[in-house]
Nanobody, 132 residues
Framework: QLVQSGGGSVQAGGSLKVSCTSSGSGKMFDDSEWGWYRQAPGSACEFISK??????????DSVKGRFTISQDTRDNAKKTVTLTMENLKPEDTAVYFC???????????????????????WGQGTQVTVSS
C-alpha cells in the first residue's frame, strides 16, 4: 500500500512537497521505479517524474529545473519518495498520484490517461493548488 502526504495550496512562486510511503509491506518493490503523475480536471494525465533503485531520475520538460524527486531508504521497514516542487505555477494545479512498477511510462503511452489499470501500485492522490 502506498500512502501519500503533503500537498496543499500555495501562491505562484511558492513551494510544496508531496511524499509517498510504502506501508505495511516493508520495502516493497525495491527494484521498481517510483514516480509521480498528475491530472487536472478536464486535462490529460501527465507523467511528472520517476526515480529508480540506482537513484536515476527522470523529469517531464514541464517541471524540469523546478521539481526534484528523492528517495529515503534509511528505514528498513519502509521507503519514502518525495517530490519537492519549487517555483510553482498555476498550471501545476492538479491531483498528484504516486505510482510504483517495474517501469513507469509516459502517460502518452496510455492514451493520455493515468494508467491505474496497468501500474502495480498507486497512492490515493493529493491535491496541489497554485493560485496566481
Amino acid at each position: 500500500q502506498l500512502v501519500q502526504s503533503g500537498g496543499g495550496s500555495v501562491q505562484a512562486g511558492g513551494s510544496l512537497k508531496v511524499s509517498c510511503t510504502s506501508s505495511g509491506s516493508g520495502k516493497m518493490f525495491d527494484d521498481s521505479e517510483w514516480g509521480w503523475y498528475r491530472q487536472a480536471p478536464g486535462s490529460a494525465c501527465e507523467f511528472i517524474s520517476k526515480i529508480d533503485e540506482d537513484s536515476d531520475m527522470t523529469y517531464a520538460d514541464s517541471v524540469k529545473g523546478r521539481f526534484t524527486i528523492s528517495q529515503d531508504t534509511r528505514d528498513n521497514a519502509k521507503k519514502t519518495v518525495t517530490l519537492t516542487m519549487e517555483n510553482l505555477k498555476p498550471e501545476d494545479t492538479a491531483v498528484y498520484f504516486c505510482a510504483v512498477d517495474r517501469m513507469l511510462l509516459d502517460a502518452d503511452s496510455y492514451g493520455g490517461n493515468c494508467p491505474f489499470w496497468a501500474v502495480n501500485m498507486w497512492g490515493q492522490g493529493t491535491q496541489v493548488t497554485v493560485s496566481s
